[in-house]
């Protein structure tokens, strides 16, 4: 389906579909309209009360099932990302324990992969192009400085042991964001 329709307006979007959907039971009806005819007519009179229950129901489950899995994909993108964005900041946060020049590295590095994500990997996602097999070069950049570091005091050791897992948790919330678009392909 084309992007005009995924960047509808939910308003606008509901609108086409129901208007597809009127269009197609219109032509339904016309077919069936001009096919019942003489014996026809009778058997297709016999089938229609018997069956319509049966197929709405099955019709209506498919919608919910769809829509529960839509739900959970959006809910657990939403997550990672929450995830992702808290892992970037407690990085920012412990970062304050080393020297002015780490903590700027540091800071362009988180700065870098936010940018990238926003605008490369969340475009890439919503044309259905991103895949996982690029390491995200600046928190693994960001991961190295880390490790680099040499630590002065325990606070530094503590902070840099930190630094590492939330680098480490905002890499693995990445992967679990990209797996997890939203429909729409804008992450939650």
């Given at each position: 389906?084309?992007?005009?329709?995924?960047?509808?307006?939910?308003?606008?979007?509901?609108?086409?579909?129901?208007a597809?959907?009127?269009?197609?039971?219109?032509?339904?009806?016309?077919?069936?309209?001009?096919?019942?005819?003489?014996?026809?007519?009778?058997?297709?009179?016999?089938?229609?009360?018997?069956?319509?229950?049966?197929?709405?129901?099955?019709?209506?489950?498919l919608?919910?099932?769809?829509?529960?899995?839509?739900?959970?994909?959006?809910?657990?993108?939403k997550?990672a990302?929450?995830?992702?964005?808290?892992?970037?900041?407690?990085?920012?946060?412990?970062?304050?324990?080393?020297?002015?020049?780490?903590?700027?590295?540091?800071?362009?590095?988180?700065?870098r992969h936010?940018?990238?994500?926003?605008?490369?990997?969340?475009?890439?996602?919503?044309?259905?192009?991103?895949?996982l097999?690029?390491?995200?070069?600046?928190?693994?950049?960001?991961?190295?400085?880390?490790?680099?570091?040499?630590?002065?005091?325990?606070?530094?050791?503590?902070?840099?042991?930190?630094?590492?897992?939330?680098?480490?948790?905002?890499?693995?919330?990445?992967?679990?964001?990209?797996?997890?678009q939203?429909?729409?392909?804008?992450?939650?």
């Amino acid at each position: 389906m084309g992007d005009w329709f995924l960047n509808l307006p939910i308003l606008w979007m509901a609108l086409a579909i129901f208007a597809a959907a009127y269009l197609i039971a219109g032509c339904v009806y016309l077919v069936v309209v001009r096919l019942a005819v003489g014996d026809r007519a009778r058997a297709f009179k016999a089938f229609s009360p018997g069956m319509l229950p049966p197929l709405g129901i099955i019709f209506g489950l498919l919608v919910g099932f769809v829509a529960v899995q839509v739900w959970n994909d959006f809910d657990k993108a939403k997550v990672a990302v929450t995830t992702e964005a808290s892992a970037l900041r407690a990085v920012i946060l412990l970062d304050e324990h080393f020297p002015e020049e780490q903590q700027m590295q540091l800071r362009a590095l988180i700065g870098r992969h936010i940018d990238e994500a926003v605008n490369r990997e969340w475009p890439a996602m919503a044309h259905q192009r991103l895949t996982l097999a690029a390491l995200p070069t600046a928190l693994v950049e960001a991961l190295h400085l880390t490790v680099s570091l040499k630590p002065q005091d325990e606070a530094q050791r503590i902070a840099r042991r930190e630094i590492v897992a939330a680098l480490h948790r905002a890499a693995d919330a990445r992967r679990q964001r990209n797996r997890h678009q939203s429909i729409d392909g804008r992450p939650g």
